[in-house]
């Protein structure tokens, strides 16, 4: 389940993806999307520390991609803002995958072999999970998103490409 940050977050960067040459001012995002103006600074700024975006200061400055949409992940995404979860620790039943990668002690070992079997689960969909976010990038969902655009548009249109 997306965050409301990372749900922001994306939002932005769709936007930025979809008029790539283009300075875009967090003012303009915000409005546009109709989002908090100061989450979505900080979001940004995650994202330019991460080096998914260039910003640029001034009346025409603002915020663009640093590389073309295919070129960045959801993995790179989520990680820029400090959402990426640790595959490879042992889960606890019963815990969000969330609560163990913000867990600093090590987990309990299983108490019975159906708990070894359920942590094996879980650890086995994080991997699968952390793999779609590393195969999937913002010009798919750009992708997606042109498409249900096209869907909407009253005459019920198919994006073809």
């Given amino acids: 389940m997306l965050s409301r940050q990372a749900s922001h977050a994306l939002k932005a960067l769709?936007?930025?993806?979809?008029?790539?040459?283009?300075?875009?001012?967090?003012?303009?995002?915000?409005r546009t999307h109709e989002l908090p103006e100061p989450m979505l600074e900080q979001l940004l700024?995650?994202?330019?520390?991460a080096g998914l975006l260039d910003a640029r200061?001034?009346?025409v400055g603002g915020y663009r991609l640093t590389r073309p949409a295919r070129d960045i992940s959801m993995e790179q995404i989520f990680?820029?803002?400090g959402e990426a979860l640790l595959v490879g620790e042992a889960l606890r039943v019963?815990?969000?995958?969330?609560?163990?990668?913000?867990?600093?002690?090590p987990p309990e070992p299983a108490s019975s072999p159906a708990d070894q079997v359920t942590n094996a689960?879980?650890?086995?969909?994080?991997r699968v999970r952390q793999k779609a976010l590393a195969e999937l990038?913002?010009?798919?969902?750009?992708?997606?998103?042109?498409?249900?655009?096209?869907?909407?548009?009253?005459?019920g249109g198919v994006m073809l490409g």
């Avoid at 769709?14 to 915000?30: G, V, Y």
């Avoid at 700024?45 to 520390?49: D, E, I, K, M, P």
């Avoid at 998103?145 to 009253?154: C, F, H, N």
């Fill in 79 to 81: 990680a820029g803002l």
């Fill in 94 to 105: 019963g815990e969000a995958p969330q609560e163990s990668a913000n867990r600093s002690a």
């Fill in 14 to 30: 769709l936007e930025l993806a979809a008029r790539p040459l283009e300075w875009q001012s967090t003012h303009s995002l915000a």
């Fill in 121 to 126: 689960l879980q650890l086995r969909l994080e």
């Fill in 45 to 49: 700024l995650r994202l330019r520390r």
């Fill in 137 to 155: 990038s913002l010009e798919d969902l750009l992708f997606d998103l042109r498409s249900a655009v096209a869907g909407s548009d009253g005459e």
């Fill in 57 to 59: 200061r001034g009346r």
